[in-house]
């Protein structure tokens, strides 16, 4: 492991992990999902909606190659997916006020959609076997893999920064700033989802032709 070129390696893997991952950019989604919830839930959202991007972060940089080949799933397939479920909720919300029938637990938000795949979603995902692909040709397989975990927990660190302010924001905006927000972060989701929706189909077109 060359200890100089740490630093240097860690920024080239930070910076596109952290434009994939937008901790700041989804912080209106999690104030939009948390709007009826108490401070203490809303605290606990973001605990678990770290821990979640965590944990399917780690399980995918450490097999997911391997499950993508074995299912045949592209990470086209993923962006497709993912895109459509934010689409249901994003119009669920726009059309009814709510994005379900039901109270949604604090939870339940959590994991879905701002653990994933809102904050770690076919992005981040696709930009970790990318981040892999290419570092494993200049360095060797410990220190790689030493490099991107690190980027990765950092940025992760930084979304939790980022998420647990949320409450201090929430008493700035207030109740009709929170609706604002609302409704500005569901037309922001339905638009994410269009491209995600776009991105995959654009992949799919160009690796079959």
Do not use: C
Request: aromatic share 8%.
């Amino acid at each position: 492991m060359n200890i100089a070129d740490f630093p240097h390696s860690l920024l080239l893997a930070f910076l596109p992990l952290f434009v994939a991952m937008d901790a700041v950019g989804n912080l209106p989604f999690l104030l939009s999902l948390t709007d009826t919830m108490e401070t203490r839930e809303r605290m606990k959202t973001a605990h678990i909606a770290v821990l979640t991007a965590m944990g399917l972060g780690l399980f995918f940089f450490a097999v997911g190659k391997l499950i993508l080949n074995v299912l045949s799933v592209e990470i086209a397939d993923f962006l497709v997916a993912g895109g459509i479920i934010l689409l249901a909720l994003a119009l669920k919300d726009l059309v009814t006020g709510k994005m379900a029938d039901v109270p949604l637990k604090y939870e339940m938000v959590a994991v879905v959609p701002i653990g994933t795949p809102l904050l770690v979603g076919p992005a981040v995902l696709t930009t970790l076997l990318l981040l892999m692909d290419q570092y494993s040709l200049e360095y060797s397989t410990m220190y790689t893999v030493i490099v991107i975990l690190v980027a990765f927990l950092l940025n992760l660190l930084v979304a939790w920064i980022v998420f647990i302010q949320a409450n201090r924001i929430s008493r700035l905006v207030g109740e009709s700033g929170l609706k604002a927000v609302s409704k500005v972060a569901s037309l922001l989701l339905a638009a994410i989802a269009v491209k995600m929706i776009r991105l995959g189909i654009l992949e799919m077109v160009t690796s079959s032709g």
